[in-house]
C-alpha cells in the first residue's frame, strides 16, 4: 500500500508543472501524462543517454517523469478531445499548466469537465494566474525568479556592481509545482469529507514571491530594501561573512558565532587547544555571547581569529568538530559529492537504483529520490515511460476501446502506440 494508492491523476503538463505529477506517481498514485504524438517537447532537453539525442533517452525527462503511463493523444481532433474526456470522467485530479484559456477553447475546462465528475480536482499551475492584468504575460523559470524576487536576493556583496543571478536547476518551475501540488492534497483532503472536487487556480508568480523569506516584511515594516550579499541570506543590514576558505580548498559556512555562552565558550577551547584562540578569551567576546554588548570591530576580529583557525585545517575536520559542538556549520557541496555520502546512501537511502529494462533486464540508473520518507506507505517510483508506451493499453482496459477502434485511432493519426 502506497500514501496515494487509488487516485487516478491525468496530466497535461510541461516543464512548469510535470514535477506534481512525478511526486503524485512516486507517491503511489496511477498517474497518466497526456502527450503530443510525437511526445512532449520535453524529451527533447538534454543531456541524453549516450549523448545521442531520443525522445526515450532525455536524463532530464527521467528525471522529472518517474512513475507515469504514457497516454498520446492528438488534442486538436474532436476525437481525441472525446477521449480524454472520458478519461477524466473517471480521474480523481487533472494537473495541467497550459495558457489561461487553452483547455476551455478545447472543452476542456474546469466548469465542463465537472458536469460529469463532481469528485475531480483540477489544478492549473499558469505564470501569472486565470485573472489579472498578467495573465496572458509570457514566462519561464528564469521569469518566475526574477519577477518573484528570488534572483534580487541572490548574487554577491563582495563583487563591486555584481548582478542579481539565479539559482540553477529549474528551481521556479520546482517551487511552483511544490505550492501547486500542496493545494491539490489539500483540495484531495477537502474532497474527502465533502465528496465534492473543486478547481485551484495556481500561479508560479505568486508561489516565487512566497518564499523571498523576509525581504517583503522588511520594506512594509521597516521601510528598508534588502541587499543581495555572498554566500549568505539578503538583508536589511549587513552580517559577517560566512564563506571560509580551508586547508584542502573547500569551502565552509560559518555563522552563529556569539549564538550563546556555552557554545562560545567550546568553540574557543577548541581553538585554544591547537593555539589558535589569540586573544579570544577576553571578557568582552564573552559579554557578546551573553548578549550583553555588540561591538562590530570586536566581532569583526573574532571571525578573522574563526577565519584564520580554519584555513589551518581541512572542510571535514571543521565540520565534524563544529558540529560537536553544536555549531550548525556545513561543508559547501558539490551535488556530486552527496552521492558518496553514506548518510545519504545508505542510512537515509535518498538515491534509488531504478531499472531500466528497455535497455535491458539486469539495467539500472540511479536517482535522486525521496524528499520525505513515509514509514507504512514507502515510495513507487518506476522509470519515466516511452512515447506512447501505455495508450493502447488505456483505451483497451480503461476506456474499453475495442482492437479494432484502437487500429482505426491509431490509423487517422489520432494517438501513437509505442
Not at 549523448?51 to 532530464?60: E, R
Not at 489561461?100 to 494566474?129: D, H, I, R, W
Not at 555584481?162 to 509545482?177: E, K, M, N, Y
Request: net charge negative; hydrophobic share 35%; with cysteine.
Amino acid at each position: 500500500m502506497t500514501a496515494l494508492n487509488g487516485l487516478l491523476v491525468v496530466e497535461l503538463c510541461g516543464e512548469r508543472g510535470q514535477y506534481m505529477g512525478k511526486l503524485m506517481g512516486d507517491m503511489g498514485a496511477r498517474v497518466v501524462k497526456l502527450e503530443p504524438l510525437q511526445g512532449s517537447p520535453e524529451r527533447n532537453i538534454g543531456p541524453f543517454k549516450d549523448d545521442k539525442p531520443d525522445p526515450n533517452s532525455s536524463l532530464y525527462f527521467w528525471a522529472r517523469n518517474t512513475s507515469k503511463e504514457s497516454l498520446t493523444v492528438d488534442l486538436e481532433s474532436p476525437q481525441g478531445i472525446a477521449l480524454v474526456k472520458k478519461l477524466l470522467k473517471k480521474a480523481d485530479v487533472f494537473l495541467e499548466d497550459r495558457k489561461p484559456g487553452f483547455l476551455e477553447s478545447l472543452g476542456l475546462g474546469y466548469e465542463v469537465l465537472k458536469k460529469t465528475n463532481k469528485k475531480l480536482v483540477m489544478t492549473s499551475l499558469t505564470a501569472f494566474g486565470q485573472d489579472g492584468p498578467y495573465r496572458d504575460y509570457k514566462s519561464n523559470d528564469l521569469v518566475a525568479l526574477a519577477m518573484g524576487g528570488i534572483m534580487h536576493s541572490c548574487g554577491y556583496d563582495d563583487v563591486p556592481d555584481s548582478p542579481p543571478i539565479r539559482p540553477s536547476g529549474g528551481h521556479g518551475d520546482f517551487i511552483s509545482a511544490h505550492y501547486g501540488l500542496i493545494g491539490t492534497m489539500s483540495a484531495l483532503f477537502y474532497r474527502d469529507f465533502t465528496g465534492v472536487g473543486q478547481y485551484l487556480d495556481v500561479s508560479a508568480h505568486e508561489a516565487c514571491s512566497s518564499t523571498t523569506e523576509a525581504s517583503i516584511p522588511t520594506y512594509l515594516f521597516l521601510n528598508k530594501e534588502v541587499f543581495r550579499q555572498t554566500g549568505r541570506h539578503q538583508g536589511a543590514t549587513p552580517t559577517p561573512k560566512t564563506l571560509c576558505k580551508t586547508l584542502d580548498g573547500k569551502y565552509i559556512i560559518v555563522f552563529q558565532l556569539f549564538n550563546n555562552l556555552n557554545s562560545w565558550l567550546s568553540l574557543v577551547k577548541w581553538m585554544s587547544e591547537k593555539g589558535m584562540a589569540e586573544d579570544l578569551e577576553d571578557e568582552k567576546y564573552k559579554d557578546m555571547a551573553r548578549h550583553i554588548t555588540s561591538n562590530t570591530k570586536d566581532s569583526d576580529h573574532a571571525f578573522e581569529v574563526v577565519r584564520n583557525f580554519i584555513l589551518n585545517h581541512t572542510a571535514d575536520e571543521i565540520y565534524r568538530g563544529a558540529q560537536g559542538l553544536k555549531y550548525p556549520w556545513g561543508i559547501v557541496r558539490s551535488p556530486e559529492e552527496n552521492l558518496d555520502d553514506p548518510h545519504f546512501l545508505d542510512d537515509r537511502e535518498m538515491f534509488e537504483d531504478i531499472p531500466h529494462t528497455e535497455f535491458g533486464n539486469e539495467v539500472t540508473y540511479r536517482y535522486a529520490g525521496r524528499p520525505y520518507r513515509f514509514k507504512g506507505t514507502p515510495w513507487n517510483a518506476f522509470r519515466s515511460p516511452l512515447v506512447g508506451e501505455h495508450t493502447a493499453y488505456i483505451l483497451k482496459q480503461d476506456l474499453e476501446y475495442s482492437e479494432q477502434e484502437i487500429k482505426n485511432l491509431r490509423l487517422t493519426g489520432i494517438i501513437s502506440t509505442k
